[in-house]
């Protein structure tokens, strides 16, 4: 068994204004295939190829850092495909999900300018998260292709909500200018993904 890149859910186009046709192409189609790729290959040697990425993940200090830096970047791609989806912006999250967070953060503001600094402040490559943990919501980043699933994680919990902010994400169209795609990011956030993620958990 090996692992396989996911078709994404909407068309390359599908996000624009706001991720443009040329980053999800490639974003998808190269640096997600290489992931995977290279997943497949730093597992062909152990044990752990025939167990559940989540369990790989749960003990990754035991593997090679090429298992750490593929698996959490499939993962994280993965996930990533799905928490976005075009014709939603302006909406909020409702429900549970909307209601813990509103309790967790103070509000929904709130909530989006702690995630959003989380990712700005991310220093380098790396992932801003909302996690849930020990039944809380909580903001956190990590470096590289890190996850809060992984063993090795500083703030571990299951994340209901990422955002890539390595330069590969937002370069292209966003230069140097990281704030402005997490601002457009809110536009693309699929809420009821978060939501079925957050109920998932609880
Ligand atoms: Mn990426």
Known sequence: M????????????????HVDKATMEI?????????VTNLNKSLETTEWKSRSLEEILANVSKLPIAV?????????????WNWMKPKVAGTSPTGKLGDAIKKDFGSFDKFKEQFSNAAVARFGSGWAWLIHQDGKLVVASTPNQDNPLMDTAETRGIPVLGLDV???AYYLKYQNRRPDYIAAFW????????ARRYAAVK
């Open 68 to 80: 750490r830096n593929n698996g959490g970047g499939h993962w994280n791609h993965s996930a990533f």
């Open 2 to 17: 090996s692992f396989t890149l996911p078709e994404l859910p909407y068309a390359h186009d599908a996000l624009e204004p």
């Open 27 to 35: 974003h998808h189609g190269k640096h997600h295939a290489a992931y």
């Open 187 to 194: 536009n693309v956030v699929n809420w009821d993904e978060a």
């Open 166 to 168: 390595w330069e590969h």
